[in-house]
């Protein structure tokens, strides 16, 4: 993607189901693992590189031994460094106690991190925070084994204010205003009323508190705990939670937005926001790894037990269609196909804008993950020179000579690495025009393959801002003078926020918003901005289910086409000689592409939960007020 967009995080779970000595005599460590742990973050780093943390925990350890570890960083890689820090520490131990080495019963009471139930998240720094108190796993400490929960999750929620609000009412006194410290406290609240009422019944039927801890850990039902905390979550999630017993689960939110997938077998459970890497760590089958359903928690006792457990009522399946198009590893044998499908279905689009003259045409991409979506446009375009083939060569009937069936089969689609993502510059120097300057280096070109008499098509995965479109791609793409610069989107066109775990907080930054804008003034509408204002305002007091998303009547007087047509323009400056058109994905299309995946609320403003019209409408009154703020 040339627009820089950060998603929230990725989760990593993984239960071993075998004492640590099994694991030992058939793969060689106890460290088993801790090291498909490590796997299993580096193969989901591409969901987030500012931060990863690690828990776990160690199962029926005595009193007075440690049994919870924890280690987070923010440092420039983060997974590495805090996998360093571990291996550093088991080292050391090894180096003093060398009698450890095939003592797995000494490794485990004496060396942190190896335990048989383990929590791995990565992240990207959100609302410009990024200290290390801000990554997951977070940690809810009691002395009661039972009462300590660690938290992790890819998730949003739209509705944090009402959910502090819950907790005050509940006699808490959070330390933070933020979800993850609200989430976990609303679910710590139900885990200490739970744990108490058990003990209570314990008590009353004769045990004392050392006998009653193992029965609470056989008793505690999770799924419970998760329904009475989850009542009023409005937002996108994958959480995942580890009890300080063992206990372990995993909750999807009930419209399936944020992914999560499992694979389980009798020595292991793991948990994973992308289908791949389970596929790719623990070699199982593509249909061996199973998506958790939308509402439905994965439980894993600490017996070993596991149970998939429906724990909210399921909405209409809206899972993230960005997560698709982008985010996701497009090694997922489903994303491969549709995102290559995306690329295949821009193409009547695209023939119309070169007036089917493929043999004038160079075809490209923006490296490096709208690769996938480039193959299926080309193959499109092989389909449509195959047929011109077919036609001219029937047309020639018997007269055609051998020389002229050559010259007609040796046309062929003219495929080239045109843009190269350059290194990774840092725009150091704060100074407008000193910056500009920078950023147009970002990416360079290929030289010497365009001729002036050239269309030049390049497929984007999406324009979001299209800052680095018109800052940098289109300038260096002009210096090779085509005759036509046609740049594609594989997404539709972004023009609501996003608030459910996607960096898209305000709307005056999409570059679709700015051409609906610039529209409205030219054709002297711009009073439906001050009536679409006052609608806002005047819903600021309804529940959430009575909001009604206004800002799409800021769209609604114009075609797809003109909105795109005004995208070009704005793109394209004074500076840039040749003629550029920018053409996106169709809704439709997409939906076809992605017919199990049909969360757009970016590209429709159809959200998925109540909280959604609330943000989007607030997101307009503060651009509308000029406040900097995000909308949740």
Same mark, same amino acid.
């Given at each position: 993607?040339?627009?820089?967009?950060?998603?929230?995080?990725?989760?990593?779970?993984?239960?071993?189901?075998?004492?640590?000595?099994?694991?030992?005599?058939?793969?060689?460590?106890?460290?088993?693992?801790?090291?498909?742990?490590?796997?299993?973050?580096?193969?989901?780093?591409?969901?987030?590189?500012?931060?990863?943390?690690?828990?776990?925990?160690?199962?029926?350890?005595?009193?007075?031994?440690?049994?919870?570890?924890?280690? *987070?960083?923010?440092?420039?890689?983060?997974?590495?460094?805090?996998?360093?820090?571990?291996?550093?520490?088991?080292?050391?131990?090894?180096?003093? /106690?060398?009698?450890?080495?095939?003592?797995?019963?000494?490794?485990?009471?004496?060396?942190p991190y190896i335990g048989e139930v383990l929590l791995g998240h990565v992240r990207y720094g959100t609302f410009?925070?990024?200290?290390?108190?801000?990554?997951?796993?977070?940690?809810?400490?009691?002395?009661?084994? /039972?009462?300590?929960?660690?938290?992790?999750?890819?998730?949003?929620?739209?509705?944090?204010?009402?959910?502090?609000?819950?907790?005050?009412?509940?006699?808490?006194?959070?330390?933070?205003?933020?979800?993850?410290?609200?989430?976990?406290?609303?679910?710590?609240?139900?885990?200490?009323?739970?744990?108490?009422?058990?003990?209570?019944?314990?008590?009353?039927?004769?045990?004392? $508190?050392?006998?009653?801890?193992?029965?609470?850990?056989?008793?505690? $039902?999770?799924? $419970?705990?998760?329904?009475?905390?989850?009542?009023?979550?409005?937002?996108?999630?994958?959480?995942?939670?580890?009890?300080?017993?063992?206990?372990?689960?995993?909750?999807?939110?009930?419209?399936?937005?944020?992914?999560?997938?499992?694979?389980?077998?009798?020595?292991?459970?793991?948990?994973?926001?992308?289908?791949?890497?389970?596929?790719?760590?623990?070699?199982?089958?593509?249909?061996?790894?199973?998506?958790?359903?939308?509402?439905?928690?994965?439980?894993?006792?600490?017996?070993?037990?596991?149970?998939?457990?429906?724990?909210?009522?399921?909405?209409? *399946?809206?899972?993230?269609?960005?997560?698709?198009?982008?985010?996701?590893?497009?090694?997922?044998?489903?994303?491969?196909?549709?995102?290559?499908?995306?690329?295949?279905?821009?193409?009547?689009?695209?023939?119309?804008?070169?007036?089917?003259?493929?043999?004038?045409?160079?075809?490209?991409?923006?490296?490096?993950?709208?690769?996938?979506?480039?193959?299926?446009?080309?193959?499109?375009?092989?389909?449509? &020179?195959?047929? $011109?083939?077919?036609?001219?060569?029937?047309?020639?009937?018997?007269?055609?000579?051998?020389?002229?069936?050559?010259?007609?089969?040796?046309?062929?689609?003219?495929?080239?690495?045109?843009?190269?993502?350059?290194?990774?510059?840092?725009?150091?120097?704060?100074?407008?025009?000193?910056?500009?300057?920078?950023?147009?280096?970002?990416?360079?070109?290929?030289?010497?393959?365009?001729?002036?008499?050239?269309?030049?098509?390049?497929?984007?995965?999406?324009?979001?801002?299209?800052?680095?479109?018109?800052?940098?791609?289109?300038?260096?793409?002009?210096?090779?003078?085509?005759?036509?610069?046609?740049?594609?989107?594989?997404?539709p066109q972004i023009r609501y926020p996003d608030c459910y775990g996607?960096?898209?907080?305000?709307?005056?930054?999409?570059?679709?918003?700015?051409?609906?804008?610039?529209?409205?003034?030219?054709?002297?509408?711009?009073?439906? &901005?001050?009536?679409?204002?006052?609608?806002?305002?005047?819903?600021?007091?309804?529940?959430?289910?009575?909001?009604?998303?206004?800002?799409?009547?800021?769209?609604?007087?114009?075609?797809?086409?003109?909105?795109?047509?005004?995208?070009?323009?704005?793109?394209?400056?004074?500076?840039?000689?040749?003629?550029?058109?920018?053409?996106?994905?169709?809704?439709?299309?997409? /939906?076809?592409?992605?017919?199990?995946?049909?969360?757009?609320?970016?590209?429709?403003?159809?959200?998925?939960?109540?909280?959604?019209?609330?943000?989007?409408?607030?997101?307009?009154?503060?651009?509308?007020?000029?406040?900097?703020?995000?909308?949740?």
């Amino acid at each position: 993607m040339s627009d820089a967009l950060k998603h929230e995080c990725g989760i990593a779970v993984i239960r071993l189901l075998k004492p640590l000595e099994f694991y030992k005599e058939k793969y060689g460590s106890a460290f088993y693992g801790v090291n498909k742990m490590y796997l299993m973050m580096e193969k989901q780093h591409n969901r987030g590189q500012d931060g990863a943390g690690l828990a776990s925990i160690k199962l029926d350890t005595k009193p007075g031994e440690r049994y919870i570890s924890r280690v *987070r960083s923010i440092a420039q890689q983060p997974i590495q460094d805090i996998f360093a820090q571990i291996n550093d520490r088991v080292n050391k131990e090894f180096k003093e /106690h060398p009698e450890y080495m095939d003592d797995v019963a000494a490794q485990k009471k004496n060396i942190p991190y190896i335990g048989e139930v383990l929590l791995g998240h990565v992240r990207y720094g959100t609302f410009g925070k990024n200290s290390v108190e801000s990554v997951h796993p977070f940690l809810r400490q009691n002395n009661w084994m /039972h009462r300590n929960l660690i938290m992790a999750g890819n998730f949003n929620m739209t509705n944090v204010k009402e959910l502090f609000s819950n907790l005050i009412e509940l006699g808490q006194h959070p330390k933070e205003y933020t979800d993850t410290i609200t989430i976990m406290e609303k679910i710590g609240h139900f885990l200490d009323d739970a744990v108490s009422k058990i003990y209570r019944d314990l008590k009353k039927e004769g045990y004392n $508190k050392q006998q009653a801890s193992p029965l609470i850990a056989e008793r505690l $039902k999770v799924g $419970k705990i998760l329904k009475r905390a989850a009542k009023n979550w409005d937002g996108g999630y994958a959480m995942a939670g580890l009890i300080g017993h063992g206990d372990a689960f995993v909750l999807r939110d009930p419209a399936g937005i944020r992914p999560a997938y499992y694979y389980k077998d009798d020595e292991i459970v793991v948990v994973a926001s992308e289908r791949p890497v389970i596929q790719t760590v623990f070699n199982v089958k593509f249909e061996d790894v199973k998506e958790l359903e939308p509402g439905q928690a994965i439980i894993t006792k600490k017996s070993g037990e596991v149970r998939l457990k429906q724990i909210l009522e399921p909405l209409e *399946r809206k899972s993230c269609s960005f997560e698709r198009i982008y985010f996701s590893r497009g090694s997922d044998a489903e994303i491969y196909q549709e995102r290559k499908m995306l690329g295949r279905l821009l193409m009547p689009k695209v023939l119309k804008a070169i007036n089917n003259d493929t043999k004038n045409t160079v075809f490209s991409f923006i490296p490096n993950t709208a690769e996938t979506s480039f193959f299926g446009m080309i193959e499109t375009v092989e389909d449509f &020179i195959n047929k $011109k083939k077919t036609e001219a060569i029937l047309n020639g009937q018997r007269s055609i000579s051998a020389e002229d069936v050559t010259e007609i089969l040796s046309e062929r689609a003219r495929v080239e690495k045109i843009a190269i993502k350059d290194v990774k510059l840092r725009t150091f120097i704060t100074e407008d025009s000193s910056r500009d300057d920078l950023v147009a280096h970002v990416y360079d070109v290929t030289y010497g393959v365009i001729k002036p008499t050239d269309n030049l098509v390049i497929i984007d995965d999406s324009i979001v801002r299209g800052t680095t479109l018109k800052k940098s791609i289109l300038k260096m793409l002009d210096r090779l003078n085509p005759k036509k610069i046609i740049v594609v989107s594989s997404a539709p066109q972004i023009r609501y926020p996003d608030c459910y775990g996607i960096d898209m907080a305000n709307l005056e930054s999409l570059v679709a918003f700015q051409a609906a804008l610039a529209l409205l003034k030219e054709n002297n509408m711009y009073h439906i &901005i001050d009536d679409v204002y006052k609608k806002c305002i005047e819903q600021t007091e309804l529940k959430d289910k009575h909001v009604q998303n206004f800002v799409k009547e800021v769209y609604d007087p114009f075609t797809d086409e003109q909105i795109s047509d005004k995208i070009s323009e704005l793109l394209s400056d004074e500076t840039i000689k040749t003629e550029v058109k920018v053409i996106f994905q169709g809704v439709d299309c997409l /939906h076809k592409a992605c017919p199990e995946h049909l969360g757009d609320w970016y590209f429709t403003g159809n959200y998925p939960t109540n909280g959604g019209n609330r943000v989007v409408n607030r997101a307009f009154i503060n651009f509308y007020e000029g406040n900097n703020e995000r909308a949740y």
